[in-house]
């Protein structure tokens, strides 16, 4: 079995893997990362989403193997010194859920989202969340959450993007 070292919440992990489990599979049962749920299984929901080396995406398409060498952080790794991220604030402000199945992917991808345009308008968040589907809330207060976010994150830069951009912005500077 191959053996595989990935950094998951800022913790690095050394597993046996089989070649065809997938990542979210590994982050849940075997690292107990359980806020990142098993929605689909097929990448069409986005509810595993998670940033891999800085950018989001769907646990479930991902091979465990395909993260050998490669910084993971889930949703439970967003918080610092026991204060929610910006954007696990604004969604819980905003009312931006009613299952939550499908928030821990949600946030991930904004985040994501943000990296790429930090103050999006309505349309282009619900452009940039379209491979995330939330069968509950109709996406108005997630979109306000977002836009929210976004406000917050631009007065605390160093909050902006978890993971591996983290070093690339603190190298940069």
Same mark, same amino acid.
């Given at each position: 079995?191959? $053996?595989?070292?990935?950094?998951?919440?800022?913790v690095?992990?050394?597993?046996?893997?089989? %070649? $065809?489990?997938?990542l979210?599979? =590994?982050? +849940?049962?075997? *690292?107990?990362?359980? @806020?990142?749920p098993? @929605?689909?299984?097929? /990448?069409?929901?986005?509810?595993?989403?998670?940033? *891999?080396?800085?950018?989001?995406?769907?646990?479930?398409?991902?091979?465990?193997?395909?993260?050998?060498?490669?910084?993971v952080?889930?949703?439970?790794? =967003?918080?610092?010194?026991?204060?929610?991220?910006?954007? !696990?604030?604004?969604?819980?402000?905003?009312?931006? =859920? !009613?299952? @939550?199945?499908?928030? %821990? @992917?949600m946030?991930?991808?904004?985040?994501?989202?943000? +990296?790429?345009?930090p103050? %999006?308008?309505?349309?282009?968040? $619900?452009r /940039? =969340?379209?491979?995330?589907?939330?069968?509950?809330?109709?996406?108005?207060?997630?979109?306000?959450?977002?836009?929210?976010?976004?406000?917050?994150?631009? +007065?605390?830069?160093?909050? $902006?993007?978890?993971?591996?951009?983290e070093?690339?912005?603190?190298?940069?500077?």
């Amino acid at each position: 079995m191959p $053996r595989i070292t990935v950094s998951v919440d800022g913790v690095t992990y050394e597993e046996e893997v089989e %070649p $065809r489990l997938l990542l979210v599979h =590994l982050l +849940r049962d075997r *690292l107990g990362k359980t @806020g990142t749920p098993v @929605g689909c299984d097929t /990448g069409n929901c986005g509810a595993c989403t998670v940033t *891999l080396d800085g950018r989001s995406a769907k646990s479930c398409s991902v091979l465990a193997v395909q993260a050998d060498g490669s910084e993971v952080v889930t949703v439970e790794g =967003l918080a610092r010194d026991g204060r929610w991220h910006p954007m !696990q604030e604004a969604f819980h402000a905003e009312h931006a =859920l !009613q299952c @939550g199945y499908c928030t %821990p @992917g949600m946030i991930m991808a904004a985040i994501d989202l943000l +990296r790429d345009d930090p103050d %999006p308008s309505e349309e282009a968040v $619900r452009r /940039g =969340l379209e491979g995330n589907l939330c069968r509950c809330t109709g996406y108005t207060n997630i979109v306000r959450a977002v836009r929210r976010a976004a406000a917050e994150m631009s +007065r605390v830069p160093h909050e $902006r993007a978890p993971g591996a951009a983290e070093g690339r912005e603190a190298a940069a500077s």
